[in-house]
């Protein structure tokens, strides 16, 4: 009987092992399990890092999508067929760490995302000779640290560095101002530089050698920054030394202090015969202030071909017509209106004009060779000044820009004469509008210079949500939300899942 219950106790006992050893199995199984579990996650989460990091990844979080190509330069970047190559002159690192640089590096990121965009940063600073190489010793000097190059082949396109932002200056103390960041151009101008050096485009010719304003002098940055934008190219001329070349589509005199020579006036008259275009922006004063007492009459003798004159005054405008009827300084801001003139079809304005001469049409026994128009007119109050002797002139409505169509030669060429430039400087542009660089740009269309629509003037400038950067960063948000999806919501899961299998399993 002992024997027996001996037995059945040694049964019950390897029983228990039995199940012991099965618990222990089943437990060194499921430890392995949750062991490669967890290794499969970890090496699976690995592996998404890595693949993410390839993925250009994007939440532009901004309310104007600051960081957000528009469909118009998507299009641009998918036609394109030749590499271009954008170049910021400063290093990227110390780029990110300035707010404003930061928002352009990140627009630009999205331009190098698409295949025949490259994007480079280079400090010049440690290569200084790297824009002489790329853009030529004559033209190095107009790029600073900050800029940027747009290049495609042998066209480049300088951006400057301020064109890329909309900025609000404001006046804190009598003699300082502050400017604060309200938005970014970069889309526009990035967008229209690459159509300009992938495209044909016209070529304006600035004329220099007599006594022009200078084509890159800061004094004139914003018309010539808006004539380019309008898709056309600007380029110095030495009418004395050169011949106008073959692709000249219009030259420009602007604020000339001196007559031409008589070998310049034979290059133009041969060249007008030949369906030439010219601007001509004759100012009564210099950039000093003082008038210019030049009898321009080789210029006179090549705007006669076109029933022009250039008068030798200055006009003053009516007080009921001034900018500021109280101060009798402000005599020679005239309220301008355009005639109809050559722009048939556009709207008659009132524009600003500032230290203008006046203009004449003229009637000759050749003025069945020549149309002519009146562009900008003052009241019936105006008077002028004879620059000549001082004298006043006769009273009445002054003409101070004119048009003209010429077709005695062998094609029909085209004139526009204006009495002055002054409207078209950075400072009065920035006091007065830009009514008188429309104007030109309306006359350069007029003359069906065939220049290539750029998509980039239609896109527009992208604004922050107020003076003040207050917006959140895109990329900042970005980071925000795979920082939560990295350290929180991947761990999270693997926890959950790894609960569940022990809730599951604790009994067995």
């Known amino acids: 009987?002992?024997?027996?219950?001996?037995?059945?106790?040694?049964?019950?006992?390897?029983?228990?092992?039995k199940k012991d050893l099965g618990r222990k199995a089943r437990q060194i199984i499921f430890s392995t399990n949750a062991v490669i579990f967890t290794a499969v996650v970890l090496v699976v989460f690995v592996l998404l890092n890595i693949v993410i990091e390839q993925i250009p990844l994007n939440l532009d979080l901004t309310e104007e999508k600051l960081y957000t190509l528009t469909e118009t330069s998507e299009k641009v970047l998918d036609e394109l067929e030749e590499k271009v190559e954008i170049y910021a002159l400063y290093d990227r690192v110390s780029g990110e760490s300035d707010s404003d640089k930061s928002s352009v590096i990140k627009v630009l990121d999205l331009y190098n995302n698409h295949r025949n965009i490259d994007v480079s940063y280079v400090d010049i600073s440690k290569k200084p000779a790297f824009v002489k190489n790329l853009v030529g010793e004559n033209n190095a000097?107009?790029?600073?640290?900050?800029?940027?190059?747009?290049?495609?082949?042998?066209?480049?396109?300088?951006?400057?560095?301020?064109?890329?932002?909309?900025?609000?200056?404001?006046?804190?103390?009598?003699?300082?101002?502050?400017?604060?960041?309200?938005?970014?151009?970069?889309?526009?101008?990035?967008?229209?530089?690459?159509?300009?050096?992938?495209s044909e485009v016209p070529k304006i010719y600035w004329s220099v050698d007599f006594g022009e304003a200078v084509v890159n002098d800061a004094e004139y940055s914003t018309f010539v920054n808006n004539i380019e934008d309008s898709n056309y190219d600007i380029v110095p001329l030495n009418l004395k030394t050169q011949d106008i070349p073959a692709d000249a589509s219009v030259i420009f005199f602007v604020r000339p202090t001196a007559d031409l020579d008589d070998k310049t006036v034979d290059k133009l008259e041969y060249w007008f015969d030949r369906g030439g275009n010219a601007f001509f922006f004759m100012d009564p004063k210099d950039s000093k202030g003082n008038f210019i007492n030049v009898n321009f009459t080789n210029f006179n003798k090549v705007l006669l071909r076109f029933g022009l004159k250039i008068n030798d005054d200055f006009v003053e405008e009516g007080e009921d017509y001034r900018s500021n009827t109280k101060d009798e300084e402000d005599s020679y801001f005239l309220m301008s209106t355009l005639s109809a003139g050559s722009l048939e079809n556009e709207e008659s304005y009132k524009l600003y004009c500032f230290n203008t001469r006046s203009v004449s049409l003229l009637t000759t026994l050749n003025s069945s060779y020549y149309e002519t128009a009146s562009l900008l007119e003052t009241s019936d109050e105006a008077t002028s000044i004879i620059l000549s002797d001082g004298k006043t002139g006769t009273a009445g409505k002054k003409i101070v820009a004119a048009s003209s169509t010429c077709v005695a030669g062998h094609k029909e060429s085209k004139a526009v004469l204006f009495g002055s430039s002054a409207n078209l400087q950075s400072l009065q542009v920035s006091w007065g509008g830009n009514a008188g660089i429309k104007l030109v740009k309306d006359n350069l269309n007029w003359m069906n210079l065939n220049s290539v629509e750029n998509p980039g003037d239609s896109i527009d400038a992208k604004y922050l949500n107020s003076v003040v950067k207050t917006i959140v960063d895109a990329t900042e948000s970005e980071q925000k939300v795979l920082a939560i999806i990295i350290a929180i919501a991947v761990p999270l899961v693997v926890f959950v899942a790894g609960f569940i299998v022990w809730l599951r399993r604790r009994h067995l």
């Open 1 to 17: 009987m002992k024997k027996r219950e001996n037995q059945e106790l040694n049964a019950e006992n390897m029983t228990v092992e």
């Open 141 to 198: 000097a107009d790029y600073s640290s900050g800029d940027y190059i747009v290049k495609c082949g042998d066209k480049t396109r300088k951006i400057d560095s301020s064109d890329m932002y909309i900025t609000y200056e404001q006046q804190v103390y009598y003699f300082y101002t502050q400017k604060t960041t309200t938005g970014l151009a970069v889309e526009t101008k990035v967008t229209g530089a690459i159509v300009r050096v992938t």
